[in-house]
């Protein structure tokens, strides 16, 4: 047997290969930093995970609807309704294992073989492996660092088709931490509403916001019944491994987002849903000090990056992640990103593995303490030093 065809077309997220290097590393004794992976490393709030022990005493074990249970997608759809200034209802919200579905299941609900997506580049590179895998026609749209990596409008409106079946926006911004700016956003809105396209909106980091307030483009008029909400716990509640993601969409969609549930996981795990409950209706005090901490954090490896010889780092709007410019080294992000691992010990990632537009640039997570913050940097200056010197 071989393997079907499609599956050539299937990627993946560097991340976890960088942490196999990391981990085989370690492994031989040696001191790794890891600045690779994108999730919070905080522990899971007290009262999250005191809800789950309960739920899982009370028998929360079964399987429950393919949609999602029905008090959290209430308490969902008041939650997107007050933060994106919109009216929704629970029949359209879609409730799955993690927020990857939400990319993944209203792609192949909606996508035929030719049609175009328009994608953030560089970004999550899942957005690109999807529309790939479906046959779909990837068209990039390349984020530009002078703009807070926000996209050209220009070349938007360029590369809108009638072929144009989706086009994705990320914000605050995964790989680069950027925020599209208000006025942009209202823009894209005035350029899209009027197409048969949907919008595919990853909002998974719309709570860790360092100035201002999050926007959605559902909330301008018209784009409501064109828009994917992407959202979860994972980021916002340090949750990664408790799998709970959610979409809202109008409710056609969802309806056959809810299908594609049953045909593949049957149901989000029920007490991970009632731990979710507590997250999103309890108490929020240990979400601001977590993106308070990364405020600090920002701050000092940024400044830090913007020491080293060769590197030049904007600052990041949201997000978790520094998205150092690297051009000043003279060789690739990848044999720079390769160096920093084997010769000095930090684990990061290149731009290029978010796609062709992040080549010259790295990914550094600081979901890390402020001791191995500093100390990464050390070592990357000293590193990039001693590779100039060479």
Known sequence: MQLAQRMQRLGTETAFDVLVKARKLEAQGRSVIHLELGEPDFATPANIITAAKRALDEGWTHYGPSQGQPDLREVIAEEVSRTRGVRVGPEQVCV????KPIIFFPMLALLEEG??????NPGFPIYESMIRYLGATPVPLPLVESRGFSFDLEMLADRLSPRTKMLI????HNPTGGVIPEPDLRRIAELVRDRDLIVLSDEIYSRILYD?????????DGMLEKTIILDGCSKTYAMTGWRVGYGVMPEWLAQAVTR????SNSCTASFTQRA???AIRGPQ???????EEFRRRRDVIVEGLNRIPGFRCAMPGGAFYAFPNITGIGISSQELADHLLFNAGVAGLSGASFGTFGEGYLRFSYAASLENINEALRRVEQAVRELVRA
């Open 96 to 99: 799955v294992p993690g927020g």
């Open 115 to 120: 049609d175009e997506v328009l994608y953030p």
């Open 169 to 172: 926006l990320n914000s605050p």
């Open 212 to 220: 201002g307030r999050h926007y959605s483009i559902a909330s301008y």
């Open 260 to 263: 594609l549930m049953v045909n």
């Open 276 to 278: 979710a409950l507590e």
């Open 285 to 291: 005090e240990s979400v601001t000090r977590m993106v």
